[in-house]
């Protein structure tokens, strides 16, 4: 158009608000990611055992069924606080799974092809980018983790009555906050090992390794030095001390509780500052 016709107007419809901005970034990361066939079948094998626990929570509290099979209830088949932590041990293995497959490909390709200058140019802070490829990750592992253990809940509570519910309501708010617990460490090693590592598969490869090699240097620690202080560096062994003590049950971990909340916090804090040297609007070449 012209600029001596003067018919430009800036747009003066209403304006966004500030706060929900990085959704938008949350939303393109899906439309991309979610145009894998592999992941959608994934995310389907997350469920498996999920659904699996939804028919055993109805099976065991069948009373016809049960004794058509002439089936006794027994410790085994309590829905408590060590049925909760084996179910936040398989899905959180999943949610592992799932970051490694999704969080490497979030900021490297920003990195890559020097999108973080678009990007920051714009209202947008380092914060706000960091949440927007946070919540990638937070929706999807939510999916597989939290939001089914609630539902399990659910179930058994309205299979139970309302003593049951009242008695063990304490599981629900442990379901959540030690799947959010687990989401948010591995949410933060996966963007912080993006940032760093610009190709994904060798990124994706340590958040692998991040883990595995953790529980392989806590053995060695543990075996040459007569100790059981290795165990810090195993992250894993760090949240399942945190899950032991959420869900009430005794996983036989060597950690107290302390020592635990102080590795995970400091491996937090070192992934926000990784984020923070690297999330920059310019990158210096030497």
């Known amino acids: 158009m012209a600029i001596y016709k003067h018919t430009y107007s800036p747009y003066t419809g209403p304006l966004m608000p500030r706060w929900p901005r990085f959704f938008i970034l949350t939303r393109y990361s899906y439309a991309r990611i979610l145009q894998s066939k592999f992941l959608i079948l994934f995310l389907a094998l997350c469920l498996v055992y999920p ?50 497959l999704v969080g490497p490909s979030l900021i490297s390709p920003d990195l890559v092809n020097g999108g973080l200058p678009l990007y920051l140019c ?10 927007g490829k946070l919540s990638v990750l937070f929706f999807l592992l939510s999916l597989i983790t939290w939001i089914p253990g609630l539902g399990l809940f659910a179930i058994k509570a309205s ?20 799947s959010l617990i687990w989401i948010a460490i591995l949410s933060l090693i996966a963007l912080a ?14 958040v692998l390794a991040v883990f595995f090699a953790g529980a392989g240097c ?21 949240v399942h ?18 020592s635990a909340w102080i590795v995970l916090l400091l491996a937090a804090l070192l992934c926000l500052i990784l984020l923070a040297r690297r999330i920059r609007a310019f990158e210096v070449v030497k």
């Open 218 to 238: 806590a053995a060695a620690i543990n075996s040459v030095l007569r100790t059981t202080n290795g165990s810090l560096l195993d992250l894993s062994q760090v």
């Open 159 to 178: 299979l139970a009555g309302w003593p049951w519910l009242t008695a063990n309501l304490w599981l629900a708010g442990a379901i959540v906050f030690g």
């Open 193 to 206: 090992l993006s940032a760093w590592i610009k190709w994904r598969l060798a990124a994706g490869a340590l």
């Open 122 to 131: 714009r209202p947008f802070t380092r914060a706000e980018y960091v949440a």
């Open 241 to 258: 001390t945190i899950w032991s003590d959420l869900f009430r049950f005794d996983s036989g971990t060597d950690m107290t509780l302390t």
């Open 51 to 100: 659904i699996g626990c939804f028919a055993f929570i109805y099976l065991v509290n069948n009373a016809s069924f049960l004794t058509l099979i002439n089936f006794r209830p027994g410790p085994f088949t309590a829905i408590d606080g060590r049925f909760f932590y084996y179910y936040s041990v398989v899905q959180g293995t999943m949610a592992y799974l799932l970051t490694a």
